[in-house]
């Protein structure tokens, strides 16, 4: 098993700046380098103070890149909707060359109706959206001359300066919360599958999984591939001390996702079945339940251990876990130390220690 660490900034301006969220994020990620951990990520969202503070994780990944050694560096995930695959692909490979071929591209469809009206892009054509632009940014990336023709985008001839390091191209994820087809989809195209286990119930998951695994083999690729999962990690000596920070944490993540996933009660959208569900979740909301449900990991080392037993016992023991941490509001030093704890009193435990 491998461990890596998250950023999903949950501040805005009345929060904290910019500068000093950048900062502390940086901090954390040069950290878990030290100790360890096997890749940093950071979402793209927008405008609310659910993610909104990372706009684009390219330039994120760009300061990491400079300030660590060895650790991967994953979009978790970069939004081709919102981009133009010719731009998208340019400065995915700057990203792999400026980090001597550290980059993993996660992909994501994105969720949120108000990001797409303020870009003006249609929700429901996200998905034929999606396919075709992770279908020209791979062009880009392995072939010259490349003429585009597609429903969305034409170009061409055009030839990619400058390629990516890692060759035919950097490892591909794709993110999806509760789509079984973006799972079946992710399979047939090869990519490797990125799982947010907070979304589902744990049988949801696992039919997730196993949709994804079977459309990998049926198309013919190599291996079961990757699949990670992120979850919210808050670790300390003192397991209620612990889960007095992730009550505190969570419930305002909770909060601002509601913020957030507002418009779902008066969009609804074809591509998107069933995402009302995610409104009402906000509105359900049960730290208690959550915790008890392992879909946050909470407590002394011991205690998340266990957690990550009965996790491993759902899903397999070959699943990556990414530690979502540091919002911002907590202070920066929880974070550090609770990443400290983990690589040092958790990880070691598994198949695959993260120092």
């Not at 009193?345 to 695959?352: G, I, L, Y």
């Amino acid at each position: 098993m491998e461990f890596g660490v998250t950023f999903f900034p949950t501040v805005g301006p009345a929060d904290k700046d910019g500068a000093t969220y950048y900062d502390e994020a940086l901090s954390v990620a040069e950290h878990a380098d030290t100790l360890g951990f096997q890749h940093v990520k950071i979402v793209e969202h927008y405008f609310f103070r659910y993610g909104g503070y990372s706009p684009d994780p390219v330039t994120f990944l760009a300061a990491a890149a400079a300030r660590t050694r060895r650790i991967r560096l994953i979009t978790g995930t970069v939004l081709p909707a919102f981009t133009h695959p010719v731009k998208l692909a340019g400065k995915l490979a700057m990203l792999d060359n400026l980090s001597h071929g550290r980059l993993e591209v996660g992909f994501g469809r994105a969720f949120l109706p108000d990001e797409f009206a303020a870009f003006g892009v249609s929700i429901d054509d996200s998905r034929a959206l999606f396919e075709e632009n992770v279908e020209a940014i791979r062009r880009l990336w392995t072939e010259e001359d490349v003429v585009w023709e597609g429903r969305f985008h034409k170009f061409g001839p055009v030839t990619l300066q400058p390629r990516p390091v890692q060759r035919p191209h950097p490892p591909t994820h794709v993110a999806t919360a509760m789509s079984l087809e973006s799972c079946e989809s992710a399979g047939r195209a090869g990519h490797h599958l990125l799982l947010v286990p907070a979304t589902s119930s744990v049988e949801k998951a696992q039919e997730m999984l196993g949709a994804y695994r079977a459309a990998r083999a049926a198309a013919g690729h190599e291996g079961p591939g990757r699949v990670q999962f992120s979850y919210p990690t808050y670790v300390a000596e003192d397991g209620d001390e612990a889960r007095r920070l992730a009550r505190k944490d969570d419930e305002a993540y909770n909060q601002r996702m509601a913020e957030a996933v507002s418009a779902w009660g008066r969009v609804s959208s074809s591509a998107y079945p069933g995402y009302e569900r995610i409104l009402e979740a906000t509105r359900t909301y049960d730290f208690d339940k959550k915790l008890e449900a392992d879909k946050l990991l909470a407590g002394s080392p011991a205690e998340v251990r266990a957690q990550i037993e009965r996790i491993q016992g759902w899903f397999g023991p070959d699943i990556t876990l990414s530690l979502t941490i540091h919002s911002g509001l907590l202070p920066v030093e929880v974070a550090k130390r609770s990443t400290e704890l983990f690589a040092r009193q958790v990880a070691p435990h598994f198949a695959t220690p993260a120092r």
